[in-house]
């Protein structure tokens, strides 16, 4: 009986230190675990919302960068358009003033020309004059009026 004894308190000891280990250990290790386990879940939980508010900064990142070079387009765009219309200004401008010095030449040309038709017009008038003086002063046969006509060409072409 003495085995049976020592068995039976060597069982109920055994018992006695499980359960001492399950209150005293067991349930605050259990408890530890599941704070630890709780604690895990909500860093991944708040590790997750971190990463979906990442991505939802980077496609708004994305978009503002999108509508960012959209936008930088268009200024370049309206830049060149302005650059053109300005450099269609200065040609338009420059031809305005080209047609405005030629017009200019033009009429000072015009100008020469009917001041060169006057003078010779005058040299002409002079040279009738003095022909028709020496007209009247001589009788004048067909031969000397052919040299007459001869001299004043000759005076006219030299004049001219």
Known sequence: MNLN???VLQILSFLALLGLLAKFLYRPLEKYL????????KFIEG????????????E????ELRRAKE???????????EADKE???TADGAKKEALA???????????????????????IASLSVEIAKKILEREINEED???LIRESLKNISHAG
């Open 60 to 63: 708004t990142s994305k978009k």
């Open 145 to 147: 009026h052919e040299k």
């Open 34 to 41: 599941d704070e630890r386990a709780d604690n895990i879940r």
């Open 5 to 7: 004894f020592t068995l």
């Open 87 to 89: 450099k269609i200004k």
């Open 101 to 123: 010095i030629i017009e200019k030449a033009e009429g000072s040309i015009k100008k020469e020309i009917e001041k060169a038709k006057d003078d010779v017009k005058k040299d």
């Open 71 to 81: 936008e930088a387009i268009r200024l370049i765009e309206s830049a060149v358009r």
């Open 47 to 58: 590790a997750e919302h971190d990463r979906k508010q990442a991505e939802s900064y980077f």
